[in-house]
């Protein structure tokens, strides 16, 4: 399977309002395409989607996104970009993991945690924060993953230590890799108030109606639940979208009251079903 594994963000503003503030942040920001709805992006060779007009949902801290720095200079002239009109989670200063290191919300309240760093391969990587009835399950999540998703692998488990901040043997901090691409995750047994939701998805683009089954087939039966118009609930709540690769051209006819009946209706997509409304 060659399938990737891109990132969405639903605003409550239009894409288009959102694209405009991070392109305004984001030096290496191309927009590969968009409407007042949907934007595809790529910042700092990552890809994302955002989606406008969220009305359930809302970002939380049950992921963020690190940044990685190499100079103390540019992190502060993006923490102060970011945490501008946002919300301080840990403030920004020398830590036993970083020289500079700070977690903030901005003003969309997307969470962002920059650091200076010296090995972490990517400029953006997203991270997991596993909390409530999700504690203790970090270890199990990132196994699952890395099974289900080819070139896929487990880089560091590090663990929490007795009298180290939270509950021995605890997932401190985890790196993996998914389709290739690094992740984050740790788990806290604090009384936090946030878990993960629809805000933030993971989206899976496939090739063929093949690898939508397995992965769409995959999750339900593992323990996931699932939604409409390709979304699902992972067996840990985390959300994702199963979606064929050309997506974008089928969603060219979103015009087509025949074509987005069959799509709205849809749970796992079929892409026969949808190539044959947009003919109609």
Known sequence: MTSSIQTCLWFKQTAQEAREFYQSIFEDFVVQSENPMVSSVRIHGRNFTFLGGAKHVSFNPSISFFLIFHSKE?????????????KTLMELNS???????????DTNGISWQLMIHDTLPDKIIPALLFTQHNNGKAEKAIQYYTSLIPH??????DRYVKGSGDEEGNIQHAQFLL????FIAFESS????????????F?????????????????IRDGGSPSKCGWLKDPFGVSWQII?????????????????NVFMNMEKIDINALENASKL
């Not at 896929?152 to 488990?157: E, F, G, K, P, T």
């Not at 389709?179 to 690094?182: D, F, N, P, S, V």
């Not at 604090?190 to 998805?201: L, V």
């Not at 989206?203 to 999750?219: L, M």
Request: with cysteine.
């Open 74 to 86: 540019e992190l502060e002239k993006k923490w102060h970009a970011l945490s501008n009109e946002g």
């Open 95 to 105: 830590y036993p993991w970083s020289s500079q290191y700070g977690w903030c919300e």
């Open 152 to 157: 896929s692998q487990i880089n560091l488990l």
């Open 179 to 182: 389709a290739g691409q690094t």
């Open 190 to 201: 604090y009384m936090h108030q946030f878990i993960f939701n629809d805000a933030i998805s």
């Open 203 to 219: 989206v899976i683009t496939c090739q063929n109606q093949a690898e939508i089954d397995f992965y769409w087939d995959s999750f």
């Open 244 to 260: 064929p690769e050309n997506m974008g051209r089928l969603m060219r006819n979103s015009n087509n009251s025949t074509f987005m």
